[in-house]
């Protein structure tokens, strides 16, 4: 199957430092890749959309100059947290649309922000 | 309000035993149904994802159910292993694509 990978896996972080994680399709091409957050024992909430060569759509509620979204390429999107603060450390995950319907996840990157 | 809701949070079965896993949705309009699992601190896996027209579909000891008219599936497990801990969720599809996730249900298989 498709894969997706995530870097770093996780990452500890000063308050108020940014922090990037990269969101990469091995093998195959995605013009759309997700980024999700998940806190503990909690489901998936979306944060945004991000479009190859454009700019992300950010759900509601999500700070689009607190959480940076870049998608460059076809198998690369990034997510930069800037200036993070303790209460952004949570599970992120993307995810890349191989098809109409479906979508596979990364495994995650857990960020720590003390 | 589209939801997507699990039953139950939890599960606790013996190794060997079968479960069944419940989700309800209120999607409109309905896409498809996924089934994913997600162990600890990793990201989502899928097991099986179904159309309006598919009402059962496999995948190994996995074999989910859909019924479009009461908008309810399961996620039925056969002779549970001790990897099957994890979480289960159910994501439900929208036609923009959208995803819908349930809020999981928790499993324990204990040897």
């Known amino acids: 199957g498709a894969v997706v990978s995530q870097h770093p896996s996780w990452v500890i972080c000063k308050s108020g430092t940014s922090v990037k994680i990269e969101c990469r399709s091995l093998d195959f091409q995605a013009t759309t890749m997700f980024w999700y957050r998940q806190f503990p024992k909690q489901s998936l909430m979306l944060m945004a959309t991000s479009n190859e060569g454009s700019k992300a759509t950010y759900e509601q509620g999500v700070e689009k100059d607190k959480f940076l979204i870049n998608h460059a390429s076809l198998t690369l999107s990034t997510l930069t947290v800037t200036s993070a603060h303790p209460e952004d450390s949570s599970f992120y995950i993307c995810s890349a649309r191989i098809s109409h319907h479906e979508q596979y996840f990364g495994p995650g990157t857990r960020l720590t922000v003390t | 309000k589209n939801q997507v809701e699990q039953s139950p949070q939890s599960l606790i079965i013996l190794e060997g035993k079968n479960c069944t896993l419940q989700c309800n949705y209120t999607v409109s309009p309905f896409s498809n149904l996924r089934w994913y699992k997600q162990d600890t601190g990793r990201g989502p896996v899928s097991l099986t994802i179904m159309t309006f027209s598919e009402n059962t579909k496999s995948n190994g000891r996995y074999t989910a159910t859909l019924d479009a008219d009461t908008k309810q599936s399961s996620l039925h497990i056969t002779a549970s292993q001790l990897s099957d801990s994890a979480s289960y969720i159910c994501?439900?599809?929208?036609?923009?694509?959208?995803?819908?996730f349930g809020t999981g249900t928790r499993l324990q298989v204990f040897p």
């Open positions: 994501v439900v599809s929208d036609n923009t694509d959208k995803l819908i």
